[in-house]
């Protein structure tokens, strides 16, 4: 009996603290993600689930939220939440090493997904790996999905535009 007095409170008490923690102001409008420059060369990984302070942090900072939509025959891929356009994954990346292979023209072809410096990424519902970042030898944070790196393709300019499949090149299945 009072084993789950305690669950319940501890129910209450995070269910408070999560809606305390959402009512930042943050909207799908926010400032949101950026393409990186041309030089590439990511340093170091940090895990998209971190502290809670963290996830506020990046809510006040208007982080990016990836999300998985319908891209014409690509099927259902991710895509950026704040303008829709398709995401890639470079096959020359090592999943979990915290370094982009694509640099320095390849990096002006295939921009980085990228979150403001303290932001964490969020992912839609329908998401099922796991977001994080890895951090470029120019600070920036540029966004991963499952270990990979995720990148833009210069030549999408709408949402469903799904251009940038190549040899090496392939839109992110959720």
Same mark, same amino acid.
């Given at each position: 009996?009072?084993?789950?007095?305690?669950?319940?409170?501890?129910?209450?008490?995070?269910?408070?603290?999560?809606?305390?923690?959402?009512?930042?102001? @943050?909207? /799908? $409008?926010?400032?949101? +993600? !950026? =393409? *990186? &420059? %041309? #030089?590439? @060369?990511? /340093? $170091?990984?940090?895990? +998209? !689930? =971190? *502290? &809670? %302070? #963290?996830? @506020?942090?990046?809510?006040?900072?208007? +982080?990016?939220?990836?999300? %998985?939509?319908?891209?014409?025959?690509?099927?259902?891929?991710?895509?950026?939440?704040?303008?829709?356009?398709?995401?890639?994954?470079?096959?020359?990346?090592?999943?979990?090493?915290?370094?982009?292979?694509?640099?320095?023209?390849?990096?002006?072809?295939?921009?980085?997904?990228?979150?403001?410096?303290?932001?964490?990424?969020?992912?839609?519902?329908?998401?099922?790996?796991?977001?994080?970042?890895?951090?470029?030898?120019?600070?920036?944070?540029?966004?991963?999905?499952?270990?990979?790196?995720?990148?833009?393709?210069?030549?999408?300019?709408?949402?469903?535009?799904?251009?940038?499949?190549?040899?090496?090149?392939?839109?992110?299945?959720?």
């Amino acid at each position: 009996m009072r084993s789950n007095a305690l669950i319940v409170g501890s129910l209450f008490i995070t269910a408070a603290l999560v809606v305390g923690c959402s009512s930042t102001g @943050a909207s /799908a $409008s926010a400032p949101a +993600a !950026s =393409q *990186a &420059p %041309a #030089s590439v @060369a990511p /340093a $170091s990984v940090a895990p +998209a !689930s =971190q *502290a &809670p %302070a #963290s996830a @506020a942090a990046s809510a006040a900072s208007g +982080a990016i939220t990836v999300d %998985a939509k319908p891209v014409g025959a690509a099927g259902t891929v991710l895509v950026d939440g704040k303008s829709g356009l398709t995401v890639y994954t470079f096959t020359k990346d090592v999943k979990d090493s915290g370094k982009s292979n694509c640099t320095g023209g390849c990096a002006d072809t295939w921009p980085a997904l990228t979150v403001p410096a303290g932001a964490t990424p969020t992912g839609g519902a329908s998401l099922t790996g796991k977001l994080g970042t890895l951090t470029r030898d120019d600070g920036t944070l540029q966004v991963t999905y499952n270990g990979l790196p995720l990148y833009f393709f210069k030549n999408d300019k709408a949402p469903g535009d799904a251009n940038g499949i190549y040899e090496y090149w392939e839109a992110v299945k959720p």
